[in-house]
């Protein structure tokens, strides 16, 4: 019981860590409002029409970044038609109109914040970036290439009011080896899972620099940095009118042996008829996951230690550990399932003997018209496991 009795503390210090992040989010907003100010449709390369590629004259903008100490890009309404990826630089406000549409028309990523000869480190990449506005059209399948926003090895990031719509495998937003990130009223909408070859796939993925076999954008050195200080909140993920919802949500599919993703908070979000999780924390310690809404989703939401594979359990140093990380401090309160149920629980905790899942505590969920298991745990330790957690049929 003593244990137990520490739990609350653990995770005032997570609503701590959750204002550190707001605070954040407003010093960067404040600062880049101050900054340069330009409208894209003034540069001559900048038509907006749906016919001309815009891409080479909106690159142009984004490199004026180097020389300021912060630039403000205003895209008025208009269709922008990017025949080649974007690179961001530091210290840059892309601002669009909701009535502005960007349509991809390459195999690649529309958003990067690094060039594939970079030799990216820790969180000291291209940073102090808010993406605000517009819709992102993927344009699967005309064009492939998965992945529409790359982000990684940097920090103070705000992703918001936007929609990313219609892609095919890969993720709506690759968050990789990033800190100290807000992604807040979003739609993600519309997703093909290539014929289940991709049923795994997440909207927003948290990654960290393993290899290159699971981030083969290039610019980055695999130096296991993870994701830290992570803010999703009040998005929406779910079909589109022509494709249906994500495999997952929000999640992770790799890991490290002695790495975490660590202090995620994912809370008052729809997520809509996924086709598996709605929330999969892989290998993640110090997580709040509360009042999120999921309906007729596969399975609910899953907390994972990193599998036993060969490829997962081995360490920083590429050494098979055979076993997997300890996880810890779980915060899952007020999330609210109901329908689907056809690939897993509703909530699953699925620790072992040898690597238990401490300090985690449910807390005032519901689950309503669930044909599969409500909660599932296997393998805790001091961890409250509320009756308050309500089930019906």
Known sequence: MEKEQKLPAVFNELAETLRDISRTSNHLNEKLKSASTIVATDHPLIRADGRHDDAKGIQQLLNLADRKKGLHIVFPPGLYTLRRPLRLKPNTFFEADDNSIFRKKHHGPMLLNLRRWDRMRAYCG????????GTWDANFPAYRGGTSFVLA????VIIEQLQLVEHGGGHA????AMRNIEVRHCDFLGYDDRNG?????EAIQLDLAKARRVFPWGGSVFDQTTCQDIWIHRNNFGPSEMKGSWG???GSHSATADRWHERIFISDNVMSETLQWA???YSWRDVVLCNNRMESCGGGIAIHPNNVDGRNDTDSRNRPTGRSN???NFLIMQNSISGGGNYASAIRLKGDEHSPISGACLRGNHVESYPGRGVLVTGTINSLIDKETTLSR
Not at 126 to 133: A, S, T, V
Not at 173 to 176: A, D, G, Q
Not at 197 to 201: D, G, P, Q
């Open 248 to 250: 997952r949500a929000v």
């Open 326 to 328: 300890p996880i810890r």
């Open 173 to 176: 937003i690759e968050l990789n």
């Open 279 to 281: 929330i999969r924390a």
């Open 153 to 156: 090895h940097a920090e103070n």
């Open 197 to 201: 070859e991709r049923a795994y796939s």
């Open 126 to 133: 291209n940073g102090n970036l808010i993406i605000r506005g």
